[in-house]
């Protein structure tokens, strides 16, 4: 659809002999509004992100607290535990292909996700995929850390002899309990300050010690239970019949929403990636396998707690204090931090403060625009976000993944199909380029996100529970009603949805009728 090669005079950029693009100098205007040191495409000699740098990536930021308690999910709503590790497994094999897709990207151009987006939505539009993942991005962040300065909270509890529960309140919690919070919101802040090599050299370290962690624990429970207990026994309540698919897709589309966030703005890792390869083959070894791994220990060490203590638990920080010692309760506190911090920083952080940086160059840096996420963290009130669950499930996870799967599809349709990976870099930066369309925006790629939005999530709605009272925030007829039987697959109808509203509204003789360069 479009030139395989860039085009026109003066050259702006060159390939090495790997295919990775390098801008050259001076291709931009230095003063450009839309550009700042952070948003630069990464030089070729500082991609240097190996297979095991986007491995040990994954591996961290999917050994955390709200991964490990996926499963329980899956196994409250009826799955037996074979069947909520197929559910696991498949979504992350299924979100994988847009992560890879979006991906590409990185190592060939060295450019960040919102950079990307400027092609397709203009490079003003741009600000509006980058503004939403941003958005949903404090909203993870702040989440994570509240989980994570809770577990802090729990063991140190059992460490002090439930002391810090008996503190005096504020806001209804005990002190000990914010100052938890907000001490874990202060280390991860300090970290990212740090910049993304030292986040690499992190998530290095930190993958294989919390494995390590989650082995210890494993074993731990299975000398005390001399077995497994009854859990790995138990028999679906929905089976594989009629019964079992409508809770099938509407799960499986929750747990591909766990990680669409990352299949937007996976660029910002990617774009210090050393190779295609690296990126391909890390990314393929880290996710699909660690999740499913992951669940099959999670369910596992909670089928031994069965054993030890009459009743299955979940939350593995709940379990880690029942430890009868101070060092096995030191241990697993070390291992809650690692495991948290390094998901949280590389998936709700990272994004962004590029994000933030895009919507003001000039003004707003990296190491600012994660600043900003970190307060923004703080004012949503995770506390409460989380304390509903059918808030949290319905309306976060289900909305957000319905609108993200959209803009995948924008980004997917114009960087593989209508531009066939072909990039000018230097019009990315520069206003009145080929990326310009109309004053800075492609209504286009903003129709195909509204029809796309709209199809993912405008029928949304809520169950009725037994005892008549509404589950969830929306109509029980759906916001919608007409678009109610595309809520269960709101991600996958949002993703396909705007990729072949976008191809359409791309097509050359459209674009030539408009007068727009691409």
Request: aromatic content about 12%.
């Amino acid at each position: 659809m479009t030139d395989t090669v860039p085009t026109g005079s003066p050259i702006s950029q060159s390939a090495g002999p790997d295919g990775r693009i390098e801008l050259s100098p001076g291709a931009y205007p230095a003063d450009s509004p839309f550009a700042n040191e952070d948003l630069r495409p990464v030089p070729v000699s500082e991609r240097k992100w190996t297979t095991y740098n986007f491995a040990a990536l994954w591996i961290s930021m999917a050994h955390c607290i709200p991964s490990w308690t996926l499963a329980s999910g899956l196994v409250a709503l009826g799955m037996d535990w074979k069947q909520a590790v197929f559910t696991i497994a498949l979504a992350n094999i299924i979100v994988l292909l847009p992560m890879l897709a979006t991906g590409h990207a990185g190592p060939k151009y060295g450019i960040p996700f919102p950079v990307l987006a400027r092609a397709s939505f203009g490079l003003r539009g741009a600000n509006i995929p980058a503004l939403i993942r941003a958005a949903v991005a404090c909203g993870w962040f702040g989440i994570q850390t509240w989980i994570g300065g809770s577990g802090i909270f729990a063991l140190g509890s059992k460490l002090t002899g439930g002391h810090w529960e008996n503190a005096g309140q504020i806001a209804g919690n005990p002190w000990p309990l914010w100052l938890c919070f907000l001490l874990f919101w202060a280390l991860q802040i300090a970290i990212i300050y740090r910049g993304m090599d030292f986040l690499r050299h992190f998530e290095n370290w930190a993958a294989p010690f919390v494995i390590a962690g989650a082995l210890v624990l494993l074993i731990w429970i299975a000398v005390k239970a001399d077995g497994f207990g009854a859990l790995l026994d138990q028999p679906s309540k929905l089976g594989w019949g009629p019964d079992f698919w409508p809770v099938f897709f509407p799960s499986l589309m929750g747990m591909i929403g766990f990680w669409a966030t990352l299949s937007l703005n996976i660029p910002d890792f990617t774009r210090f990636g050393a190779s295609q390869k690296a990126q391909t083959w890390g990314q393929s070894l880290g996710l699909p396998t660690t999740m499913t791994l992951f669940a099959v220990l999670a369910v596992l060490v909670t089928s031994g707690s069965e054993v030890v203590y009459g009743t299955a638990i979940w939350d593995p920080v709940e379990l880690a204090a029942k430890a009868d010692n101070a060092f096995g309760l030191l241990f697993a506190l070390v291992i809650v931090l690692v495991a948290t911090i390094s998901v949280n920083i590389a998936a709700n952080v990272v994004s962004p403060a590029y994000d933030l940086a895009n919507l003001a160059p000039k003004l707003i840096n990296f190491r600012t625009g994660a600043l900003i996420t970190g307060v923004v963290g703080i004012l949503i009130f995770p506390w409460k976000l989380i304390s509903t669950p059918e808030f949290y499930i319905f309306t976060w996870l289900g909305v957000v993944g319905g609108l993200l799967g959209t803009v995948a599809g924008i980004l997917i349709a114009d960087y593989w199909i209508v531009r066939r990976t072909v990039l000018h870099l230097a019009d990315l930066y520069t206003p009145g380029g080929r990326y310009w369309y109309s004053n800075g925006w492609n209504w286009r790629a903003i129709a195909a996100f509204l029809v796309g939005g709209i199809l993912a999530v405008g029928g949304s709605h809520s169950a009725v529970g037994a005892d008549g009272v509404k589950t969830g925030p929306f109509p029980t007829d759906g916001l919608i009603p007409f678009l109610k039987p595309l809520a269960d697959y709101g991600w996958a109808v949002g993703l396909g949805a705007s990729l072949v509203l976008y191809v359409a509204l791309m097509l050359p003789k459209g674009r030539a009728q408009e007068g727009i360069q691409v």
